[in-house]
């Protein structure tokens, strides 16, 4: 390559940087005007795709973009975990903004079909204190459901109870639902103004909707159906799945028995010859007994 062919080079070269450099200038240049047009952009949640009315709305439909901010609509999302769980109240197409007043918090103006899990069904059975552990039982909770039946007839007639049901969930107590925000809220006596009441400490609903399969709720309706008052509810700790073989039935009969066994088991030990365990005290000798014997 001779002396001018490599001058023609560098020449080239440096009037492809500058004109590279001129043109990254007038690009950053027309992208200042727009930004100053249009506004910076903003991070905001859109629907990855179409999302059905009283969907709940879960993370795998959804998408973080950046819009201008001229062009994000107000109370726009713009962190996906603050959508999760909620529920559509109209149907949103792909690409749609996710904004508050297109979503419900879970709760009665959602309704409780959506809770309801695929090929179960929700029963609603009447408590009181009594046997639904004094109204502390919340959504969410799971409960083993004992129940009082009557068997037999005439003078044969007995009653008797049954474990009927293990590790069952709580949907709603009243109409406190589970995932919602414990609260409801009414229009005060004018139709003006509302009124918000706080579910949280609630210990007076009238009744409590379980989830059960179609043969369970079976059972459940007929046994409310004749007896509604039949039907306990006993807690249990949240960690504890574990369901224990069906015990037997308990009833006059079994209860005076086993306290006869544990009476006969006691005079049994004491018929033996054998003294019942004495602590040692240190007042007398050792093992108990008293100096000298």
């Not at 552990?133 to 409960?143: E, F, Q, S």
Request: aromatic share 6%.
């Amino acid at each position: 390559m001779g002396p001018n062919e490599s001058k023609n080079l560098w020449i080239s070269l440096g009037a492809g940087i500058f004109a590279t450099f001129m043109l990254y200038t007038y690009s950053q240049e027309k992208k200042a005007e727009v930004d100053k047009q249009l506004g910076a952009k903003a991070r905001v949640v859109v629907a990855k795709e179409d999302i059905r009315d009283l969907d709940t709305i879960y993370d795998n439909a959804l998408e973080v973009v950046e819009k201008y901010k001229s062009d994000v609509e107000p109370d726009a999302f713009s962190d996906i975990p603050d959508v999760v769980g909620t529920v559509a109240a109209i149907p949103i197409k792909k690409g749609q903004t996710l904004t508050k007043n297109k979503v419900l918090e879970p709760g009665p103006d959602t309704g409780m079909a959506i809770q309801v899990s695929p090929n179960k069904r929700a029963v609603t059975i009447p408590v009181d204190p009594t046997r639904a552990n004094a109204g502390l039982i919340r959504p969410g909770d799971r409960v083993d459901i004992y129940a009082v039946v009557d068997t037999g007839k005439g003078a044969a007639q007995k009653r008797e109870v049954v474990l009927l049901m293990q590790d069952i969930i709580i949907l709603a107590t009243g109409v406190n639902l589970n995932n919602s925000i414990p609260r409801t809220i009414e229009k005060d006596p004018s139709g003006r103004g509302l009124i918000q009441t706080t579910l949280t400490g609630d210990t007076k609903y009238g009744n409590v909707t379980i989830e059960v399969d179609s043969s369970s709720a079976q059972d459940l309706v007929y046994l409310v159906s004749t007896n509604p008052s039949s039907l306990f509810f006993l807690l249990r700790n949240p960690h504890d799945r574990k369901q224990v073989a069906r015990l037997p039935s308990s009833t006059a009969e079994s209860i005076q028995q086993k306290a006869i066994n544990q009476t006969m088991g006691q005079g049994a030990y004491q018929s033996s010859g054998f003294s019942q365990p004495v602590q040692p005290n240190l007042n007398n000798g050792a093992g108990g007994r008293p100096p000298g014997n």
